[in-house]
């Protein structure tokens, strides 16, 4: 529940921009929990995300937008050091085994060194780096499940 009040905080600062693509993240107006959308060839029924243009197991270019999990397990990670402009290092990206059987890159929201491979990691939203002018993009991260 945490991280909600910290979307509405960041929400009320005129600088902020919320960069989330509507494709890949949808952020419920009625204040429910964030979600990432998933979409499933409606030829093969191959799960991607993010969403592809063609769908690379059978080139069908029609999808369904699914609702994926906000919990997944952590399969790997890295902190990095040496990081593109406007990304205050180090930060920690990493992949996410969803329960739908698929396997998405991401940064993780928290401190270097406390992550662990395998571990339970949610879905939230928060800050991944600046813009010139210097204020927050915010989009999805994962972190850990919170006890
Ligand atoms: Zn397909």
Known sequence: MGDLKERKDH????????FYHPDL????????????????CKKC???????MSLCPSCWGEEFESIVLSRKGKLYS?????VGQPGMKTPYIIGYIDLPENLRIFAML???????????DVELTVAPIR????GSSIISYKFKKVSV
């Open 77 to 81: 990670y890295a902190d990095i050091y």
């Open 109 to 119: 929201e928290g401190t270097v060194g406390s992550f662990t491979c395998d571990e």
């Open 25 to 40: 993240l949808e952020v419920p107006e009625d204040g429910s929990l964030p979600y990432l959308k998933g979409y499933r």
């Open 45 to 51: 029924g191959q799960l991607d995300f993010p969403k």
């Open 130 to 133: 600046t813009n010139k002018d």
């Open 11 to 18: 929400r009320e600062k005129e600088t902020d921009i919320n």
